[in-house]
């Protein structure tokens, strides 16, 4: 069996699963629109200024409030078309979305965001490889 076949339930048929990487671009031209860290930082418990949900919320890196996401309410996208805001952070995995871009994002200049959810979340800052 090699790594795309799996045993159906029944284990007498083979299914086929497609796997695909998400490759965050290195780059983007809306990082110039990060806007530095608030004094009171960002909150990885921070629930939706819509909705209240505390259930999947993004970070937005211009304006830093949170929004739920788009399979809560979607009041991040909402708040994307209305603002322009193109860049949020996600507080469940840390990953950074740019809007404009339709992509998963990494560049140095999220890190300090990045840092602060990680920090928020466990006490320490993002662990770094040696």
Known sequence: MTGEEQPAPSG???????LHAVVPLTTCPHLEE???????GINA????SECSSPEE???????????CSRYV??????????????MAISLTD????????????????LLPAKN???????????????
């Open 73 to 86: 309410s979607g009041h991040a996208v909402i708040h994307r078309n209305t603002s322009g805001h193109p």
């Open 34 to 40: 990060v806007r530095p860290i608030p004094n009171d």
């Open 94 to 109: 840390i990953s950074v979305w740019c809007y404009a871009c339709e992509a998963y994002v990494h560049n140095d200049i």
């Open 45 to 48: 418990l921070s629930i939706c």
């Open 57 to 67: 919320n993004w970070v937005c890196l211009t304006c830093y409030m949170a929004h």
């Open 116 to 130: 602060e959810v990680h920090r928020s979340k466990f006490g320490d800052p993002i662990p770094i490889s040696g």
């Open 12 to 18: 007498s048929q083979q299914v086929r699963v497609a």
